[in-house]
């Protein structure tokens, strides 16, 4: 191991976005008397009258959820891109807009309000797998749609309004910026190597075992090198697949059961249901050619020392870079002996 | 005023980061179900004996402040960045890194541990920003510092660990991420229509009048067309300056005069002291010829609908692209008419 880049500031490029993180490993030892998070242990039931999410329900805009026994998908009431909007565009000196059309969706994972992805089956979790396919293939087919967007806010400190398991699928016209840097980086990439950028770092990983939490046959689960989140990890199919879409029959339970291990190992690091965003950054269905996309999964979790302390990503990290005070490979190190 | 701005989805353009914010006007009907931050009103004492920043406390390292009068600058006790960290690079594959060093101060605003900026004399707001300008020279002037990034993390929504009045800076050997793309885009423009980018950018909206919020005889302050957070705002200086260190004479006091203005109408608005992180964008200190550089300071406050609500950035905006709701146009009248 690099000594040095676990006793000195210092900067990591990531190489899928082509950008820096700041690294100040000594910093980790620094007291907080800042503000904590609440944290709640309340037990939920599996079934709660008051929640739109769940079975059979009504929600807020009078819809009434079906009696649904596994995964149930529905648009977004409160959807932020639409179909039916308006077209048009502003090119006014500095001043430049245009108009976005899209689709939302929200996917309950399971009819029982109490657990969550941590909680259940594997063989459950696969269903959801299942949905996001199903979805990413129906989305991607309509005209309108060129990129389809997976991904899920848990807990109320990630801006979660419900705890019910849900996710969502934004889908939209344009490539958003994080997806637009990953499509440029991993193309020039491509085109100069014909291999994937990913699938080649995934394997210089595999060889270093430093940052490595877990592999089954299917798929690799890593702290990237450059992650910004102190317990950020990475999901990596080991065979070159540009979306799930190309997810073959065991492909889908070793997927659930990558899900399933790094967020029992979450629940395990401060002893709570770990907060989190997670999103698939995957290709383009702008029906071009996307060879040089290789999909993964990616979890941002946003505590740092406990179950009530996380990592603040304010002024110097709005006006200048991400920064990060624990390493990638100490972190790796403490989720790893969870499992 | 462009009414399908108001109406319908669309994607606004930053033009001095290059990168696109995500505009749903409509969505800011929804109910909120979710996490409310804590919001103290609690009135604090001008002195607090517990207080690490309060003049002539001994801080956590056994260092006692001085009896300070006014503004305070030290060297922060666990700095990100370090002059005396070791110099190397890390090129192995697809693993790339190198040190960075640099200086990290903490800057108090006034010895009332009582006030916020908002709360304090234009006068003593002008004395801090003496400060800033001393240190964006002295800092400069270190042949190991080509950038220095002023901010405040304001509130303990913002990762604020002591309420006492003050702010951070941190200066580096290389330009972060965030300097970097104001850096090429600014370069850019500059090249090719010899005049600032944002001042040009200025004019046009000094002509619109939509997203003022205030002016003085030498700076505008308003929403970007493209802000991000609900209630961001800009203060830009009326004439081309590069940094702070351009100031002259009656900028000093005019500039702190907009400081006041502009945190005064934000304590207004929710009838609290109004969280926020705010940060100088400034030409680096690098030596170079920086005429494309046009120094600014902005605003980035978490809060949406109230004290207790505010915007989370979490899974679309961390996996797509930043997404707001309440449109710029809106958000200036409703700060505009505080003041
Ligand atoms: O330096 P402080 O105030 O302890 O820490 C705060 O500001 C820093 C710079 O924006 C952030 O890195 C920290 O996450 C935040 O808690
Ligand atoms: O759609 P929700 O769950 O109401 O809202 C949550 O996720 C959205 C997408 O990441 C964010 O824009 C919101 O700020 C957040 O509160």
Known sequence: MNTDLQDYSHKRFNILIGEWVLVSPHRAKRPWQGQKEAVSNIVRPTYDPS????????????????????????????AALQTDSKSFKVEDGLLMAQSEQGICKVICFSPDHSKSLADMETKDIEKVVFAWQKEYNELGENALINYVQIFENKGAVMGCSNPHPHGQIWSQSTLPNEVDKKNQQQLTYYNQNK??????????????????????????????????????TMIIPKTHQQSISDLKADDTFLFAEA?????????????????????????????KDNNHWHWHMSFYPPLLRSATVKKFMVGYEMFGSPQRDITAEIAAKMIRDLI
Chains 1, 2 share one sequence.
């Open 259 to 287: 899900v399933s291990t790094i967020t029992k190992a979450y629940d395990k690091l401060f002893n709570t249901s770990f907060p989190y965003s997670s999103g698939i950054h995957q290709a383009p269905t702008n029906g």
């Open 195 to 232: 291999s994937s950028l990913l699938g080649d770092y995934m394997n210089q990983e595999l060889e270093k075992k430093e940052r490595i939490i877990f592999e089954n046959a299917g798929f690799v689960v890593l702290i990237p090198f450059w992650a910004v989140w102190p317990f950020e």
């Open 51 to 78: 929640c739109y999410l769940c079975s059979g329900n009504t929600r807020i805009n009078g819809e009434k959820n079906p009696k649904y026994a596994d995964v149930f998908v529905f648009t977004n009431d409160f």
